[in-house]
């Protein structure tokens, strides 16, 4: 079992330009979760997906973010456009059922 | 609604010695509760859960935590710490549609 796989690893952007970021979750895990870590507030819940159907995007901060799970293997966590206070490191997140959640390694987002 | 409340945002423990990091939870019904550790620049990884049964529950690593329903607790306890546990530690206690509502966490120091 490869785990959540998240790439980019890293990325560096400027102001302005549009950030994807990636997720695999394990296969066979029904619920879908980005999650945002910073020191200022901590980890906080963007947005969860079960089934493929977003379910709760009341974390997402403002229009500017958009996440998609066009299917049960892939989704995206999009920011249009990036700001400088977007910087932090974000999580994807699966779990089977019963709140359990297995975490990718995260993706750190620098926006200069 | 749900809530986790790490009171130690800091810890410092001797190699060798032992550990008990608190958790306190505010939760309805019966609760579903998970420690889980990050070290630096990683994921977060799942050290143990509580969903039902024996209220001593053993963990990776040599951990284990103790649900105590009276004191709205579940302490993750080491009884010899190596210097490699140190991290930051999270207790999460899961919500309605698989959610985790996670605490600010615990930073774990190992001195030698």
């Known amino acids: 079992d490869a785990g959540v796989i998240q790439s980019p690893r890293h990325e560096v952007t400027e102001m302005g330009q549009e950030v994807t970021l990636r997720c695999k979750p394990i296969?066979?895990?029904?619920?879908l979760f980005w999650y945002r870590q910073t020191m200022m507030r901590g980890l906080e819940l963007l947005i969860y997906?079960?089934?493929?159907?977003?379910?709760?995007d009341s974390g997402m901060p403002e229009d500017r973010f958009s996440a998609k799970m066009p299917n049960a293997s892939f989704s995206t966590l999009k920011i249009q456009p990036s700001e400088p206070r977007d910087s932090a490191v974000y999580f994807c997140a699966s779990g089977p059922d019963y709140n359990e959640q297995f975490f990718g390694p995260g993706t750190r987002l620098t926006v200069l | 609604a749900q809530s986790v409340t790490q009171p130690d945002i800091h810890i410092t423990v001797s190699e060798g010695a032992s550990l008990e990091l608190r958790c306190n939870y505010s939760y309805g019904a019966t609760p579903y509760l998970f420690w889980y550790v990050q070290s630096p620049g990683q994921g977060l990884q799942l050290l143990l859960k509580?969903?039902?049964?024996?209220?001593l529950v053993q963990g990776i690593k040599g951990f284990e935590a103790e649900f105590k329903r009276s004191q709205s607790s579940f302490n993750l306890r080491k009884p010899s710490v190596h210097w490699s546990d140190a991290a930051e530690y999270f207790c999460?206690?899961?919500?309605?549609?698989?959610?985790?509502?996670f605490g600010a966490g615990t930073i774990l120091r190992v001195k030698s």
């Open positions: 999460a206690v899961g919500a309605q549609g698989n959610k985790l509502v």
């Open positions: 296969s066979g895990h029904n619920s």
């Open positions: 509580y969903f039902s049964g024996d209220t």
């Open positions: 997906f079960n089934n493929n159907v977003p379910i709760d």
